[in-house]
């Protein structure tokens, strides 16, 4: 095994191994300290199955499986083993979408983020990729957090904040109507479990309100962190290929996805650990 830091913010490269057969135990601590350190852990040129793919998130930690929405109609072939779903805009003969959150662009989040225990890893496997967009970007919060000017962290610092998930859109929520819809309240600001380390756990897509404060003044202090969370100094853009495998700590991170034609196939095979809920 090889781990190859990147030349950015954020991430490693690794070679050497093949995820047909399972980790064993100390593999399967050592890649979870690789994630931890490198926040995003690319490993090209993986040829599993979504058999292997669901063994090897088991090894790292507890598989995590999710009850959607009762109104959410779940696409036929998009799960094709409890634990793994696809995120792919191909379209069956009746013109629905085969996979989860099918089209265009998508904001910075953090993987469910509202609901009382976020994801701790989640991970991608290229199947189908665009010629042109759909690239993936995350955003360093350890960075975010610790660069954040004192002011700004002070408006913050102690609090928590509402997140909210639409399953109907790629964009931010109705606030006036949350009767039906996912949410949570979690801190602002997260002690990292496993790192120790602060991050900012504030994300453009899904964090719509900061602890009592109205919604008009929490967007007065929230969209100043966004602009300074994803500053083009904490982000790495990863250009996909066939067969790339990717794992990061949903933690430390918000990913998002850049715009790319719904006409250009995009099929990702992905799983994910669950997590805890979070502490300050």
Not at 101 to 117: A, Q, V
Not at 142 to 159: D, F
Request: proline share 6%.
């Amino acid at each position: 095994m090889e781990v190859i830091p990147l030349d950015q913010p954020l991430g490693a490269r690794v070679t050497g191994l093949d995820f047909r057969a399972t980790p064993n135990k100390k593999l399967a601590a050592q890649i979870r300290e690789i994630i931890h350190a490198h926040q995003v852990v690319i490993f090209p040129n993986q040829t599993f199955n979504a058999k292997q793919q669901l063994a090897f998130t088991k090894a790292l930690g507890p598989i995590r499986k999710r009850a959607l929405p009762p109104d959410y109609i779940v696409p036929t072939s998009s799960y094709e083993t409890p634990g793994i779903a696809y995120v792919s805009n191909i379209r069956d003969e009746n013109g629905e979408p085969t996979g989860v959150i099918p089209d265009g662009e998508m904001w910075f989040h953090h993987d469910t983020c509202y609901t009382d225990k976020p994801d701790k890893f989640t991970m991608l496997f290229a199947i189908s990729v665009p010629k042109i967009g759909g690239n993936t970007i995350w955003c360093n919060m350890y960075q975010a957090w610790e660069s954040m000017p004192e002011k700004l962290k002070n408006t913050i610092r102690g609090r928590k904040a509402l997140n909210v998930y639409d399953y109907a859109t790629i964009e931010k929520p109705n606030l006036d109507n949350l009767e039906n819809i996912e949410k949570a309240w979690q801190p602002c600001i997260i002690r990292h479990p496993e790192t120790g380390r602060e991050a900012l756990f504030i994300n453009r897509l899904m964090t719509c309100q900061i602890e009592g404060l109205t919604i008009e003044e929490s967007t007065k202090i929230l969209d100043p962190i966004f602009q300074h969370s994803e500053q083009q100094k904490f982000v790495y853009e990863h250009k996909w290929k066939v067969n790339d495998f990717v794992i990061w700590d949903n933690l430390a991170v918000t990913h998002a996805r850049t715009h790319f034609e719904r006409t250009d196939d995009r099929r990702l095979r992905r799983s994910k650990v669950s997590g805890d809920a979070l502490v300050t």
